[in-house]
């Protein structure tokens, strides 16, 4: 069974930062695309970032320029850089790993990121 966990979450003030991390084991990211989403307080779950296999990453316009998504595959982590924090950022980020083919795909159990003053 293949266990995703993030890592990195907490309380900052509008402005600031903060990097999440997110790993698998067994070791997969090299064969799976892996992808931040994030679903704020009474709201649905929304697709924030991701970067396949051969490092093509995307990101929701809402983010765009302030968060950044990388993947270090000798340490089996992806993780995503996120400055310029603002309040609607708020959120339970989750990681998603995705098989190549689509087939298969895992969820971590999140982590909590809370931008307030």
């Known amino acids: 069974q293949v266990q995703v966990v993030e890592s990195g979450g907490g309380l900052v003030q509008p402005g600031g930062s903060l990097r999440l991390s997110c790993t698998a084991s067994?070791?997969?990211?090299?064969?799976?695309?892996v992808y931040w989403y994030r679903q704020p307080p009474g709201k649905q779950r929304e697709l924030v970032a991701g970067?396949?296999?051969?490092?093509?990453?995307n990101y929701a316009d809402s983010v765009k320029g302030r968060f950044t998504i990388s993947r270090d595959n000798a340490k089996n982590t992806v993780y995503l850089q996120m400055n310029s924090l603002k309040p609607e950022d708020t959120a339970v980020y989750y990681c998603?790993?995705?098989?190549?083919?689509?087939?298969?795909?895992?969820w971590g159990k999140g982590t909590l990121v809370t931008v307030s003053s």
């Open positions: 970067i396949t296999t051969g490092g093509s990453t």
């Open positions: 067994p070791s997969i990211f090299s064969i799976y695309h």
């Open positions: 998603n790993t995705r098989r190549m083919d689509g087939m298969v795909d895992y």
